[in-house]
């Protein structure tokens, strides 16, 4: 990936989360400006860019969409399924960046989408082991988990909101098949 489309797609993820309550319009503004550094150069996104931290709260709403044209991107509704999916997108590249640990992205997963995104449901499930550790299960077995459950996502394209190809089938873990209880 070219620094550009790098820089192209981090704008793009920071508008899916902002979209969605998950970022702080002056984070998109942030991206904005580095996307610029990277090198894209559009009337729009120089506007965006040159917003100031009390600007952005305003004028986001109104300066991204245009921004996000301009670079060929689309912003989704929050409220679509292909919107909450970029935002998940977003949110599993930050993980998979080292930017947000395993259990903090089921819990922003599980708090957000519960159950109900089909996308999402296995990060749902880990987020609820998470939660009942103190009745055993291991943080090291479920991190795991959610990493690959995290690579698989990151591996599925998609192309107007619908996945592009197969879609790798969801991680199920993994129970010993017989447990011993020694005395």
Not at 87 to 103: G, H, I, N, S, T
Request: proline share 7%; hydrophobic share 45%.
């Amino acid at each position: 990936m070219t620094p550009t489309e790098a820089a192209a797609l981090a704008l793009h993820d920071r508008a899916a989360l902002w979209n969605v309550g998950e970022a702080r319009a002056s984070e998109v503004v942030d991206a904005a400006c580095d996307a610029l550094v990277a090198g894209l150069d559009t009337p729009a996104l120089r506007i965006l860019a040159a917003c100031t931290r009390a600007e952005a709260d305003y004028d986001v709403h109104d300066l991204l969409p245009p921004a996000l044209d301009e670079l060929g991107l689309a912003l989704q509704p929050a409220d679509s399924t292909a919107g909450q999916e970029a935002a998940v997108r977003a949110l599993v590249r930050q993980l998979l960046a080292d930017e947000l640990e395993p259990w903090e992205l089921t819990f922003r997963i599980h708090r957000r989408y519960g159950h109900g995104l089909a996308l999402t449901r296995r990060l749902a499930e880990l987020d609820d082991e998470y939660g009942i550790l103190e009745y055993g299960g291991s943080v090291r077995e479920i991190d795991a988990e959610v990493m690959a459950e995290a690579r698989r996502l990151a591996a599925v394209r998609t192309v107007a909101g619908r996945p592009e190809g197969p879609t790798p089938p969801p991680t199920t873990r993994h129970e010993p098949s017989a447990v011993k209880n020694e005395p």
